[in-house]
C-alpha cells in the first residue's frame, strides 16, 4: 500500500469597504417630538445626528441591531441600501475566509508518480531498506524502474532512515521533497499534520495478513473471525477511532487530491454591489428633496408665507448638521387665543366689564353646585331653563343684543350619543320662542373633532372665538376637555358640558355642567342599596375612574352592614373565570358599573357560567341601562335594578325625540333612536 505526500500552501487576501455614514437632515419626518405626552412641543428632535448614523452603519457592518431606527422614506431606503450592500460583502469576504482557512495549499502541477518522474524540481524518495523501497527496485514497470535510477543517483541522498525522519524532510523543504510510504502511515499523518496532502492513489495494492504456522488449527477461526470483523464494520470503527479520534481529525482532508483553488475578490466581482449601492442612495436623495419641497409647500400655507422663503429657511437649517433640535414655529392662528378679549368680544357686547361679567358667572356657578349638592331634582324643562339662563344671564351688562348671536358646539363625530343633534334642535326651539329672543336669534357653529386629537381641539376652539361665539358646548373626550376650558376662562366664555369625569370642578369659574354631581349620585346608589338590604354583595368594576364613583359605597358598608367583596373586569373582556370564582363563593348580589355599551356582553358571559339565574340579583349603576334590549333575558327570574334620568314616557322627551327625528328626515337623514333609547347625555 503505497502513495506519496507532498506539501501544499497557498496565500489569501480579502478587499475591504468602507461607507461614510451620512446625515439626511433635508427631509422633514425625521423630526419628531421628543416628548410624545406633550402635544404641543417647543421643540423637534432628529435622531438621526451624525455619531448615530455613524453607529448605525457599524451596527449593520458588524451584522448587530441598532435602536436608531429611520422613519422617512428617504432614509429608510439609503439604510436599504446600506444593509443590502453590507450583506452582500460580508457573505463575499465570510466565505473566502472559510475557503482560506479550509485550503491552506498551493496549488502543485504534480498529480501522479508520472509527474515526479518527467521533472527534476521536487526530489523523491523511500524509507531506505522498506517495503516500498523494495517495491521500485524490483519493479519491471518501465516508469517505476527509472523513477529508482533517479533516486539511486540523486545528490543528496534521498532516503529517509525511517517514515518520521522522511514526514519531517517534507516539511522542511517546503514542497521541494516528496516522500513516498505506505498509504496507511499517510492517513496517519495528514489527518495530525494539515500542511501535508497525499497526491493521486495508490502506485501498487498488497494487503496485510497474520502468519500463523502450517497446518495450524487456528487458521479459519482467525480468518473467519476477520471477515466477521470487516462485515460487522469493527475494523473500520477502529481505524476511525485511532486514526481520527485519537490525536487526528484536525484536518478537513476531503477533495485535497483534486487540489482545490482559491482565488481573491476582485471589483469585477462586486462592482454591481457598488453599483447598487450608488443608484440607490440617489433614489432616495431624490425622495428626500421630493418631501423637503413638499413640506415647504406646506410650511408656507401655515405661516402664509411664500413658498421660496419658505425653502430658503428650511434650507439655511437643513445645511447646518450640528444642530439635532428644531424650534417649532406655530402659525399665528394657533396660539390659543392669547389675545386681548375685546378682539372678540367688544363687536358683540360693546367694552368688556371683566368685575362684573365673572360675578356673574361665579353667582350661576354657584347656584347650581348649591343646587347639585342638595340633591334637588332638575326636570327637563328646568334643564332647559337652566340651559338658557347659562347662556344668557351674561346678556344684561350689554347695551343691546345684536341680531345674531353665534354659539358654539364642539363634539365628537365617532360618538353615538347624538349630542350635536340635541344641540342643533335645541337651537332651533330657542330661535321659534319670541318670548327669549324677541329681537334676536341663535347661530350655531359645530365643530367636529377627534376624541383623542386635542392639538385640533385647540385650533377649532380658536376658529369658533374668531366668529365671536359667546359660549362653547362640549367637548366630551377628557383629553379636549381641558383645553377648551382653559381657552374659555382666559377670554371668560361660559363653557357647559353634558357629561362629568371625577368631581367638580370649582376652580374653573367659566364652566358650567349639567351632569348630576358624582356625590349626589353616589349617595342615591347607597339609598338603593338600604332599600335592597343586601348582607353581602361583590362590586364589579371596570376602571379606576368607577372605584372613585363608588368611595361612598364603601364608606357606608357600616350603615349597610354588609359585607363587601371586589372584583375587577378582565381588560381583555373575558369575564367566565371572574363569575366562576364568584359562583363558587356562592356569593348572589352584584353591584356591576361599566360603560353602557358593555352590559349586555357582560350579563351574557355570567348567564355561560349560571350567574344569572333564579337567585341571582345585579344592582347596574349605569343611568342609561333602560335604553339597552333586555329581551333576551326575559324567561329568567334574575332581577335587575338600575337608576335612570330620563323618563322615556314623558311628553317633553318624546316630543323632544320626536322633533329631532322629523327634522332630519326632512334633510334627508335617518336618525335611529326613540324615547326610550334616547341616552341622558343628549337631554341634560
Known sequence: MTSLVLTDGKQLTADGFEKLPDQIMITPYEWNNPHPCNPEPEELENNLSLNNC????????????????????????????????????????????????????????????????????????????????????????????????????????????????????????????????????????????????????????????????????????????????????????????????????????????????????????????????????????????????????????????TPCEAMVSELKFALNFTEITKPVEKPQEDDYCKQDLGRYSGGLFGPANTHQHLSIVDLLHGFYVSLMQSGSKMSYPSQILFLLLSCFILLPPCPALPDVIPIGGVFHPESNDHQDVAFQYAVERINMDSYLLPHSRLERHIANVSFVDSFTTGKRVCDL????????????????????RSICDTLEIPNLQTNWRGSLKLDAPCQLNMHPDPDAIALALVDVLKFLSWKSFAILYESNEGLMRLQEVFKSRDKLSAKISVYQLSMDGDHRSLFKDIHDSTQTHILLDCATDNIMNILRQAKEVDMFGDYENYFITSLDAHTLDFSEFEHLQTNVTFLRLIDPNSPEVINAVNDWVHGEREYGRVLNIRPETVRRISLT
Open 465 to 484: 372665538m374668531e366668529v365671536g361665539v359667546t359660549a362653547v358646548f362640549g367637548p366630551e373626550s377628557d383629553r379636549s376637555k381641558g383645553i377648551v
Open 54 to 305: 455613524i453607529w448605525h452603519n457599524l451596527g449593520s457592518l458588524m451584522q448587530q441591531g441598532s435602536d436608531i431606527a429611520p422613519q422617512a422614506v428617504s432614509t429608510r431606503m439609503v439604510a436599504g441600501m446600506w444593509w443590502f450592500f453590507t450583506l452582500i460583502m460580508i457573505s463575499s469576504y465570510t466565505a473566502n475566509l472559510a475557503a482560506f482557512l479550509t485550503i491552506t495549499r498551493m496549488e502543485s502541477t504534480i498529480k501522479s508518480a508520472e509527474d515526479l518522474a518527467e521533472q527534476t524540481k521536487v526530489k523523491f524518495g523511500p524509507m531506505r531498506g522498506g517495503s516500498t523501497a523494495s517495491f521500485f527496485s524490483n519493479s519491471n514497470h518501465t516508469l517505476y524502474q527509472r523513477m529508482w535510477a533517479m533516486m539511486q543517483q540523486a545528490k543528496p541522498d534521498v532516503f529517509a532512515e525511517s517514515n518520521i525522519e522522511g514526514v519531517e524532510r517534507v516539511q522542511k523543504a517546503k514542497g521541494r521533497y516528496a516522500f513516498f510510504m505506505e498509504s496507511v502511515s499517510i492517513e496517519y499523518e495528514i489527518e495530525r499534520r494539515c500542511e501535508l496532502t497525499q497526491i493521486n492513489g495508490l502506485l501498487d495494492q498488497k494487503g496485510y495478513g497474520i502468519a500463523l504456522p502450517i497446518n495450524s488449527p487456528y487458521r479459519s477461526l482467525v480468518s473467519g473471525a476477520v471477515l466477521k470483523l470487516s462485515e460487522n464494520g469493527v475494523l473500520g470503527e477502529l481505524k476511525n477511532k485511532w486514526w481520527k479520534k485519537n490525536g487526528g481529525g484536525k484536518c478537513d482532508v476531503s477533495g485535497e487530491a483534486e487540489g482545490g483553488t482559491n482565488n481573491e475578490l476582485t471589483m469585477a466581482n462586486v462592482g454591481g454591489m457598488f453599483v447598487v449601492l450608488v443608484v440607490g442612495c440617489c433614489a432616495a436623495f431624490l425622495v428626500a428633496v421630493l418631501e423637503f419641497l413638499w413640506n415647504c409647500r406646506k410650511i408656507a400655507v401655515e405661516r402664509k408665507i
